[in-house]
C-alpha cells in the first residue's frame, strides 16, 4: 500500500475545511497509508523549505504544488501518481508559495488551477484528486 504524506505549512482554520478533508481521510484509508504533517509557517521560504525538507522521505517521490507547475487532469495525474514508489510526498507552502530551493527537489511541480483560490483550499483539492485518481487507478466507479 502506497503512503501519501501531505507536508503543508499551516493549519487549517475554517471548520468546512476540516470537515472536507476528514471526508477525504476517511475515504483514502482503503487506498492508501495517509499522513498529514502541518508545519508552523515561518518568517522566510527559505526557513520554511529547511521544515520540509527535514519531513521528507528519504526515497519518496516529491511532488510541490506551485502556481507555475504543471497542470495535469485527473486521468494524468492518477497515472503519474501510479508509476510513483511506495511514498510520496506533497508540498504545499505558505501564503507565499515555496521556497525555490524545495521545488528544485521535486519530481513533480503541480498546479492545482490557473485561478487564484484561497490557499487554504489547495489541500482539500489535493485530498479530493489524490481520492479520484486512487478511485481511477483502482477501477472505482467514483470518477465519470
Known amino acids: 500500500m502506497q503512503t501519501v504524506k ?4 499551516g493549519k487549517l482554520k475554517e471548520d468546512y475545511l476540516r470537515a472536507a478533508c476528514a471526508e477525504y ?6 487506498f492508501c497509508k495517509l ?12 526557513l520554511e523549505a ?10 519518496a517521490a516529491v511532488c510541490a504544488l506551485c502556481v507555475e507547475g504543471r497542470p ?6 492518477a497515472a503519474w501518481l501510479a ?9 504545499i507552502g505558505s501564503s507565499h508559495g515555496l521556497c525555490e530551493s ?6 513533480l511541480r503541480l498546479s492545482m488551477s490557473a485561478m487564484t483560490l484561497p490557499h487554504q483550499l489547495a489541500r482539500v483539492m489535493l485530498l479530493e484528486q489524490v481520492y479520484r ?12
Do not use: W
Open 6 to 9: 501531505i507536508i503543508a505549512m
Open 25 to 30: 481521510t476517511k475515504r483514502l484509508q482503503a
Open 35 to 46: 499522513e498529514i504533517i502541518e508545519l508552523e509557517p515561518q518568517r522566510t521560504l527559505e
Open 50 to 59: 529547511k521544515l520540509l525538507q527535514g519531513k521528507l522521505g528519504k526515497q
Open 72 to 77: 495535469l487532469d485527473s486521468e494524468a495525474f
Open 83 to 91: 508509476k510513483q514508489p511506495s511514498e510520496v510526498n506533497f508540498l
Open 102 to 107: 524545495i521545488k528544485a527537489r521535486a519530481d
Open 133 to 144: 485518481a486512487c478511485s481511477i487507478n483502482g477501477g472505482g466507479k467514483y470518477h465519470k
